[in-house]
């Protein structure tokens, strides 16, 4: 079976513009969550998306977005990107339902803002 | 909110050795605790979890303990190989219906000397 799959795999934007990152789960899985990693860091949370509701929210600003498609594939759409908007974008799929907890993730897309 | 510590940022080890880290969480409604693998240039791998209606689980080399009172779980390694050489990261998490975001702690480089 395909494990999560992310696209594009890197990217580099300009200050000011628009970013949509996509991510594919597991197939199976009905939820997908958006994590930020800075270079040197821990993975941080940004949204989690089950049956196309939005069941969380990390801290931070409007300008991220997300939204979850009927086939539970899932977009991450950053507005006005800053110089700090600069990390790796993972994408994580689970079940939620049934007792399972874990959360798989994908290779990631690196956004590089200039 | 939830707050994840994690000690040591760096360990060395020769090989055959074992490598213990760990972890202390802040939010006592916590109820699962995974441990993620990440090598260079991919995303996190889930290697082991615990639940908090567990005190240790293991898995072959690896093997995770909890204590609830003193909130802190921690990964061992025994006899570790070079290939076990890669940024290891503790989460934890209160999964509910309303599903299960992640807080990391900020990863330990472990790297296994041949």
């Known amino acids: 079976d395909a494990g999560v799959t992310q696209s594009p795999t890197h990217l580099i934007k300009t200050r000011g513009q628009h970013v949509t990152l996509r991510c594919s789960p597991i197939?199976?899985?009905?939820?997908v969550s958006w994590y930020q990693q800075v270079l040197g860091q821990g993975p941080q949370f940004i949204f989690q998306?089950?049956?196309?509701?939005?069941?969380g929210r990390g801290n931070f600003p409007d300008r991220f977005s997300a939204r979850q498609f009927p086939n539970y594939s899932s977009e991450l759409n950053v507005n006005a990107l800053l110089l700090g908007d600069s990390a790796l974008y993972l994408c994580a799929s689970s079940l939620i339902r049934g007792g399972s907890y874990e959360q798989y993730f994908g290779p990631g897309t690196r956004l590089t803002v200039t | 909110g939830e707050n994840v510590e994690q000690h040591p940022s760096t360990l060395s080890v020769q090989e055959g050795d074992s490598a213990v880290i760990k972890c202390t969480y802040s939010?006592?409604?916590?109820?699962?605790f995974p441990w993620y693998k990440q090598e260079l240039g991919k995303g996190p791998q889930l290697i082991i979890d615990i639940r908090s209606n567990v005190g240790e689980k293991k898995d072959q080399r690896i093997a995770v303990t909890l204590n609830k009172t003193a909130k802190h779980f921690s990964l061992h390694i025994t006899e570790t190989q070079p290939e076990d050489s890669a940024v290891y990261f503790c989460?934890?998490?209160?999964?509910?219906?309303?599903?299960?975001?992640?807080?990391f702690g900020g990863g330990t480089r472990l790297m296994v000397k041949p």
């Open positions: 998306y089950y049956e196309k509701e939005e069941r």
């Open positions: 939010d006592s409604a916590s109820n699962y």
């Open positions: 989460a934890a998490s209160h999964r509910n219906n309303a599903g299960n975001m992640l807080t």
């Open positions: 197939s199976g899985h009905k939820s």
